[in-house]
């Protein structure tokens, strides 16, 4: 009933580690896309405007107000429901810092220099080296604003992760055998430390949840029967 989070740099490939780490493992992954799914089975209706307004994920987040504050407030709901259920990867939106001390987390941040990372957003996203120089600093100065607000913390800060991998030196599929081996090792020990099993979450949430990963295993099963 292992669980990893990924909180990843933009231009460090934590998706790509993340999403091949989940398949790897045969573990739901779960990133905003499926938060808002879930948020939509709760009953958020809101959810979907503030997506379709907004177009930049991080802005939905960090611009300030009522509306910003009641999502990040559901987005942690939404985390301990998904660390509860067990059998996940989780990217991004801040999850280690909604589950820090527990036994059977593992939260991993991915990381690459500045300079690696805006050459593969110049190649990812066809930009220019000015361009992709001004989106990665702008996608941290977001990132680094979105934990500190919501959750008092800085990404930057190592002691809030059990790994930090820098993929300008580990490749990230090394990275993603790593961290299958490593998930393998984890066990809930309440002796030691709480375990995300034990977490108290919303019912409706928690059902909203097993609802979205049972969709998502049927997916997966369908192609593995191709």
Known sequence: MAVITIFRQVGAR????????ARTLDYNFSDY???ERILLRYGYSQVRDVYET????WD????????RDKINSLLRLVTRAEA???NVVMLGRGCFAALQGLSDVLNV????????RIERVMEEQQMTRS????????????????VKTSYGVSPDDPTVFDLVIDTAKIDPDAAVQ??????GSLMCDPEKAPCAGGLQVDPVIADAVRQEFERMRGIREQRRGR
């Open 109 to 116: 941040r991915i990381k690459a220099s500045v300079a690696v």
């Open 54 to 57: 907004v177009p930049d994920f």
């Open 178 to 183: 790593w961290l299958a081996e490593a998930a």
């Open 84 to 86: 509860q259920h067990g």
């Open 33 to 35: 896309q499926n938060v």
């Open 131 to 146: 361009a992709a120089a001004a989106f990665v600093d702008e996608k941290d100065r977001l990132v680094a604003e979105f």
């Open 14 to 21: 934590g998706r790509y580690v993340a999403a091949n780490l």
């Open 60 to 67: 939905r987040f960090t611009k300030k107000g009522p509306e």
